[in-house]
């Protein structure tokens, strides 16, 4: 993400704890949710304040940071969310008087606490598989690098630039693997910069910077470019399989030849689909 937001990911967790717990808690006593809705406010204003810190008191960074396009966004907007709900949402039937003014304090919605709780529980099981996932395809596109024979790759996905590309063709995954088992450990050349999505056999992917020049080869990045990513290039040495080609040039068409395309290459074919959501407005 840059700038060092990455590292705020702990706080980030913690003040969408805080205010998950608190709607939890507001089911029963509405009291302790407001204090815990206050930690996950200290907690957003420390984030902020550390953002504004370690970019000069950068004020329209530091917005972009907290409710920019960024995933970690997502930590901002469900905090904001699960706020509102602690405090506003009807958690709890409402209390009823009798004619003596006896008051019975209405008692917690529990449909809704369990599809709360459902939800949480579909939540975090599916963090769970995500964390393992991406360490598991980091650690596979390192292996393969680094010359592992056993690492396969099941799919790519190539896409910026209002375009992509889906790859399942065996033949290019053979050719790509040996490429970068075979990598440059230093290369000098930039271009085009689109994401690059493995996916291999047996579990893991991983999401790749890339840059594309007008040549036979690309550079792809393991971590961020420009936070300590290590960059490596992968070159097209022939003879190569007729994807590769096709996939060089859909990459270096121009945005108004291919705008909303996506090209795709199966077993020993390819075809062209239109995507309109990949054009930007």
């Not at 699960?82 to 004619?99: F, G």
């Not at 006896?102 to 606490?113: D, N, V």
């Not at 050719?175 to 050349?189: I, K």
Request: proline share 6%; with cysteine; glycine share 8%.
């Amino acid at each position: 993400m840059g700038s060092g937001a990455d590292i705020l990911i702990i706080p980030f967790v913690a003040m969408l704890l805080f205010a998950w717990l608190a709607v939890f808690v507001a089911f029963f006593n509405r009291r302790p949710a407001k204090w815990l809705v206050g930690f996950a406010a200290s907690i957003f204003s420390l984030i902020a304040l550390l953002v504004m810190i370690e970019n000069r008191g950068h004020f329209f960074f530091a917005l972009e940071t907290l409710f920019g396009y960024y995933p970690i966004c997502l930590f901002t907007y469900a905090t904001l969310a699960m706020s509102w709900i602690a405090l506003k949402a009807p958690l709890r039937y409402p209390d009823v008087t009798d004619l003596q003014s006896r008051t019975t304090q209405g008692k917690p919605r529990w449909r809704w606490f369990f599809l709360l709780l459902s939800l949480t529980v579909a939540t975090v099981g599916y963090g769970f598989w995500f964390v393992i996932d991406w360490h598991q395809g980091e650690a596979k596109t390192i292996a393969l690098l680094a010359g592992n024979e056993t690492v396969k790759i099941r799919s790519l996905e190539i896409r910026a630039q209002q375009r992509k590309v889906i790859c399942t063709d065996p033949e290019v995954l053979r050719y790509l693997e040996q490429q970068f088992r075979n990598h440059e450990p230093h290369p000098d050349f930039g271009g085009t910069s689109y994401h690059l999505r493995v996916r291999y056999e047996g579990g893991g992917s991983d999401e790749l910077s890339t840059y594309w020049p007008n040549e036979n080869k690309f550079c792809l990045f393991v971590g961020e470019p420009g936070e300590g990513g290590k960059p490596h290039g992968i070159h097209f040495p022939k003879p190569r399989p007729k994807g590769i080609d096709e996939i060089k040039a859909f990459l270096s068409a121009t945005i108004k030849d291919v705008a909303g395309q996506v090209l795709i290459l199966e077993s020993g074919k390819s075809r062209i689909e239109n995507n309109p959501s990949l054009i930007e407005k």
